[in-house]
């Protein structure tokens, strides 16, 4: 058990470092949209979803994330949309995963919503 908590810490500590490097390109300021996206692939137990949290949150993307029992990863994303397709190019180019297929569907932009969260079976965590 302590193990397993070293490890998680160590992937954790791992993906904050990552994604406090990743360097932000100039957005524009854009039409606000919204898009459901389903991430497909080896996209689960490898941070995917805490990666997609913390991305979102330091460039201001709202919406959730979380997985599925099919094994992939269902998202709702909320933001200018140059700032969505970086996020799921962020996605897609993370060396531990292996997206094969994104699928992308435009919807109605949701008023107030304030922050990115991460959806589990039990609650919801914004790391």
Known sequence: ?????????????YIVKRVDGIELPSFNEGKLIREHI??????Q????RMEMNLIAQRIGLTGWVKNNDSGSVE???????????FLKQQ????????????????????????????IRE??????
Do not use: C, P, W
């Open 91 to 118: 996605m897609k180019s993370l060396k531990r995963a292996k997206v094969s297929h994104i699928e992308t569907r435009e919807l109605q932009v949701e008023e107030n919503e304030k922050s990115f969260v991460v």
């Open 75 to 85: 998202a709702e994303v909320q933001g200018d949309k140059d700032k969505i397709d």
């Open 45 to 48: 137990k490898i941070g995917f």
């Open 1 to 13: 058990m302590v193990f397993k908590r070293l490890i998680k810490k160590m992937q954790k500590d």
């Open 38 to 43: 389903v991430f497909t692939g080896r996209v």
């Open 122 to 127: 039990d609650s919801i965590t914004d790391f």
